[in-house]
C-alpha cells in the first residue's frame, strides 16, 4: 500500500509546487522507491483542454488521450513516469461524475452535499492505484484559504484520517519575502499560511520556503517554532540558474531525508543521484550556444510551450550546447518580408496552435527555413503550415489553405489542404466527429503509432521505422493532396498504419526540415532527450559552426 505525501501552497501562487513535487520524486526513486504523481485542480473546467493558453499555459497530453495541466508534465521529464488519465482531476469532473451519478440514482434519493458525496468521490480518486507503488505524491493546485480549493482540502483531511497513522503526511510551500528596505527575511506569511492550513485541520509536516537566498538558522528556528515543525524539516527552495538542479539542491536541503524521517523509514537508503549529477554537467558545461526561433503567437506567456521549450534544453544537453531560445510573434511579419525578424537564428521551430491568427506569418517562416537552408521543426499546426507553404509556392496550389480557416470565416477562401478530422482508428474501433461537437471532444488525442519510411531523415532520427507519439489535433493534413506535393518534391515520410493519415513529411534536399502532425516534445526527458529534438539542435549546431 503507497505511502501518501500531499503538497499544498501558500501566500501566493506560481511558487513552483510543481516543480518541488516532480523533485521529490525524482529523489524518492534515486533511493529506490516507485513513485507515481497526481494533480488536483480547484477550478471547474473539466479539464485544461478549452482554456486559452494565456489562462492556464500549456495543455500536457498524455499516453490515453487526457488532457492536464503543465505540472504533469514535469513530473514525466522529472520521473519518467507515463502520466494517466487517472493523474489529474479538477473540480469540473468531480461535480460533473457526481450529478451523473446522481441523475442515475445511484444515491438513492439522498440529499447530495460537498460532505461526503463531493469529498468521497475525491478520494476514491486519490485512491486509484494505490497498491501499484511505494509512494503516491498529491499536489493540490492553488493556495490555501481560496473557496473553491476546500473541498480538496477536506478530502486530503479526511482521507489522512482514513488511513492508519504514519501512512500520510502534508508538504506545504510558501513563500518568504525579502524586505529590501529592511535587510530582513519576512516569515510572517508563512506563519499566517500555516494557521490557515491548521484551522481546516491540517497540520503540515514539513515546510518548503521559497527564497531569493539562504535562510538563516534564526528565521528556521523561527519558522520551526511558530508552524510546529523540525528544524530540519524547514526547507528552503531557492532560486536556480535551472530547474534541472533541483533535484541535487532539494536533496542537499535534506527534503527527501525530511520525507523518509517523518514516515519513520529508517535506515533510509542511499540515494543514487548519478543520473542528476550528469543532467547538471550536461546543462552547465556546454561547448557553445545556438540561436532557436519559436514563432508562435502566444508568445508572450511562454508557459504556453512549456514543453517545446524544456524539450530544446534537453536536445541542447544531448549535444552539450546551450539553447537560446527567442520567442517571434508571428503576426509581426504577416504582412511583410520576415527575413529581419528571422535573420540570424541556426534553427526556426513553428509550434502547434488553434485558430488563423499568425497563421500566414509561420507559413512565411517556413518558406524563409525552405528557401534560406535553415533547420525547421513544425509541429502540429507547424506541419500544417509547412505543407500549405510547399502547395502555395512549390505545388502550384496558389489558394491552399486549411479548411479551420474557412469555418472560421463562414465560406470558403481556400483549396483545404488541410482538413477537418472526421474520422480515425483508435485501438480497433473507429472513431467519428463532426465539427458542430463539443469542442472538449473533437480532436485526436493520446498516442498513436505511425510507420516511417525506411532511409527517410526521420527514420534515421528515431533509429527505428514503427513510432508512436501523442496527438492533439481537431485537422489533418489531406492525404489525396500527396502525389501532387511528393512531385514537389514533399516527402511523406511518416504514415498512420492504414496509410490514411499523414503523421510526418521532409524535404530530402533541405540540410533538416521536418513536420509533425504529433507533439514530440511531450515525450522528452532531460535525461532521455527525444530522438526529433536531438537531432533538431544537432543540425542547428552543424549551422552555427558555419555562420
Sequence with gaps: MARYIFITGGVVSSLGKGLASAALGALLQARG???????????LNVDPGTMSPFEHGEVFVTDDGAETDLDLGHY????????????????????????????RGDYLGKTIQVIPHVTNEIKDFISIGDDEVDFMLCEIGGTVGDIEGLPFFEAIRQFSQDKPRG??????????????????????????????????????????????????????????????????????????????DAPLAYHREGMDQAVLDAFQISPAPKPDLTKWEDVSDRIHNTDGTVKVAIVGKYTQLEDAYKSIAEALTHGGMANRVRVKIEWVDAELFENEDPAPHLEGFHAILVPGGFGERGTE??????????????????????????????ARNVAGLATAGSEEFDHEAGKKRFEPVVYHLKEWVQGNHKVERKVGDDKGGTMRLG?????????????????????????????????????????????FSGMSPDGRLPEIVEWPDHPWFIGVQFHPELKSKPFAPHPLFEDFVRAAKDVSRLV
Excluded: W
Aim: proline content about 4%; hydrophobic content about 35%; aromatic content about 8%.
Design 361 to 390: 506569418g509561420k507559413i512565411k517562416a517556413a518558406e524563409f527555413a525552405r528557401t534560406r537552408k535553415v533547420p525547421y521543426l513544425g509541429i502540429c499546426l507547424g506541419m500544417q503550415m509547412a505543407v500549405i507553404e510547399a
Design 167 to 244: 501512512q500520510c503526511i502534508f508538504m506545504h510551500l510558501t513563500l518568504l519575502p525579502y524586505i529590501k528596505a529592511s535587510g530582513e527575511l519576512k516569515t510572517k506569511p508563512t506563519q499566517h499560511s500555516v494557521k490557515e492550513l491548521r484551522s481546516i485541520g491540517i497540520a503540515p509536516d514539513i515546510l518548503v520556503c521559497r527564497s531569493e537566498g539562504p535562510i538563516p538558522v534564526k528565521e528556521r528556528e523561527k519558522l520551526a517554532l511558530f508552524c510546529n515543525v523540525r528544524p530540519e524539516s524547514v526547507i528552503a527552495a531557492q532560486d536556480l540558474s535551472t530547474i534541472y
Design 447 to 491: 498516442a498513436y503509432d505511425a510507420v516511417l519510411t525506411a532511409g527517410s531523415r526521420v527514420a534515421d532520427a528515431y533509429g527505428k521505422t514503427q513510432i508512436d507519439e501523442r496527438h492533439r489535433h481537431r485537422y489533418e493534413v489531406d492525404i489525396k493532396y500527396r502525389e501532387q506535393l511528393e512531385k514537389a518534391g514533399l516527402n
Design 76 to 103: 514525466e521529464r522529472f520521473t519518467g513516469v507515463a502520466a494517466r488519465n487517472t493523474d489529474s482531476i479538477s473540480s469540473g469532473r468531480v461535480y460533473s461524475t457526481v450529478l451523473e451519478k446522481e441523475r
Design 33 to 43: 522507491f516507485s513513485v507515481r504523481l497526481r494533480k488536483l485542480d480547484p477550478y
